[in-house]
């Protein structure tokens, strides 16, 4: 693991890297649903949700391509996702975390002859760092202070498994450069089209990805920050007591929950994705469909 990069040595690394992107590189993504859980009741999820109405949730991970390049923005439930499950998950919590694993993302992207090099977190939760042992040859980035919070959190949220699983780890360095309604960025590429930003809260070092595919088509992927993306418009969150067992900081992800808003009032139209929104899921559609 590299814990000790120099903050300008992985910029100047990430500048060479995307050094070759033109300005006018063609953007597109897929999402990439590797499992779901049972249906429960809304008000089991968000504190405006309804007991009386019932729907399942995705584990995904979204495939971008920028140009030739390709990466992913978390990589869903792995191959081993059932065995990490058996042996990190908690007895009294499982009913609630059980899931019906369908193709983990590696094995999609290997049939379809597709090759990724990046893998970025929107955090080190364990639904959303599954599937990146899959991909050995991948770097895998996230902020600084995620890679402390995985090495200090226990399960239900951070399993074992995973984290001890050899990966290739780099810090992913968020200078204080606002965009939105965040007060943190990087462009990825330089050009305005993929844009990472910090959302802490839900964990120390959740973070959100922007793409802007043109003026008019722009998404907001936002990690677990909200389950549901009525919790933004009902002025709600998570429900109880899921927020008091996910949340690192409850005070912490309700101000995100606002720079969101206002990131939202900033640019009208921008289509906020959260992690685990199959209602948002299933209109944008799957892999090997693509948005662009």
């Known amino acids: 693991m590299n814990w000790k990069t120099p903050l300008g040595a992985i910029s100047l690394a990430?500048?060479?890297?995307?050094?070759?992107a033109a300005d006018d590189?063609?953007?597109r993504f897929s999402l990439i649903r590797t499992a779901t859980t049972p249906a429960v009741p809304e008000a089991m999820v968000t504190a405006s949700g309804s007991w009386l109405r019932s729907e399942p949730s995705n584990h995904i991970a979204v495939l971008v391509e920028h140009g030739t390049d390709r990466f992913l923005f978390d990589s869903g439930l792995g191959k081993l996702a059932e065995q990490q499950f058996k042996q990190d998950m908690p007895y009294w919590i499982r009913p609630v975390m059980d899931?019906?694993?369908e193709k983990p993302a590696r094995q999609q992207l290997d049939e379809a002859g597709i090759s990724i090099k990046q893998i970025y977190l929107s955090h080190t939760h364990w639904d959303h760092l599954s599937g990146a042992p899959d991909f050995p040859e991948a770097e895998v980035f996230a902020q600084a202070e995620e890679q402390v919070y995985m090495r200090l959190d226990t399960p239900p949220r951070v399993l074992p498994s995973q984290i001890n699983a050899p990966i290739r780890w780099h810090q992913l360095p968020l200078p204080a450069k606002p965009y939105g309604g965040f007060e943190r960025s990087l462009d990825l590429y330089g050009d305005g089209k993929v844009v990472m930003v910090a959302i802490p809260g839900h964990t120390p070092?959740?973070?959100?990805?922007?793409?802007?595919l043109d003026k008019d088509k722009r998404y907001l992927f936002v990690g677990d920050s909200v389950w549901r993306v009525r919790e933004i418009?009902?002025?709600?969150y998570k429900a109880w007591p899921a927020r008091a067992i996910v949340d690192h900081d409850c005070k912490q992800t309700r101000e995100g929950i606002e720079q969101i808003r206002q990131a939202m009032a900033q640019a009208p139209g921008l289509n906020v994705v959260p992690a685990h929104d199959t209602g948002v899921h299933d209109k944008l559609g799957y892999f090997p469909s693509w948005v662009e």
């Open 14 to 20: 990430l500048m060479t890297t995307f050094a070759c």
């Open 205 to 212: 070092g959740s973070m959100g990805m922007y793409l802007n």
């Open 99 to 101: 899931f019906k694993l």
């Open 233 to 236: 418009s009902d002025n709600s």
């Open 25 to 27: 590189a063609p953007l």
